[in-house]
Nanobody, 124 residues
Framework: QVQLVESGGGLVQVGGSLRLSCVAS????????VGWFLQAPGKEREFVAA????????KYPDSVKGRFSISRDNAKNAVYLQMNSLKPEDTAVYYC?????????????????WGQGTQVTVSS
């Protein structure tokens, strides 16, 4: 059983940056692909970024390409989401999720483990 804890959210102005962290415990984290998803109020959860366990494969939707970057440090059981040039529409709760294997997925249903989320608010 893998437990995931997100941190690093907060209030930031338009154009600012935040770095989210997702730290895992209770499993062999280096064997899991990890994804980040966001959920804005009243909306469905959306894919933000994903990374394989070897860091050789990453995926992003067009909405964040060039602004967000996912990375991981398996020695620290951690995955990071660097978010730059933030926009008001990035405001949401951000969740990290894990699935076994090296294939990062865009689809929520393919992730087994989820964190509780961290709030990101971008003010204009």
């Amino acid at each position: 059983q893998v437990q995931l804890v997100e941190s690093g959210g907060g209030l930031v102005q338009v154009g600012g940056s935040l770095r989210l962290s997702c730290v895992a415990s209770g499993g062999t984290f280096s064997q899991y692909a990890v994804g980040w998803f966001l959920q804005a109020p009243g909306k469905e959860r959306e894919f933000v970024a994903a990374i394989g366990y070897s860091s050789t494969v990453t995926k992003y939707p067009d909405s964040v390409k060039g602004r967000f970057s996912i990375s991981r440090d398996n020695a620290k059981n951690a995955v990071y989401l660097q978010m730059n040039s933030l926009k008001p529409e990035d405001t949401a709760v951000y969740y990290c999720a894990a699935r076994a294997g090296n294939s990062p997925s865009l689809f929520m249903g393919e992730y087994y483990y989820w964190g509780q989320g961290t709030q990101v608010t971008v003010s204009s």
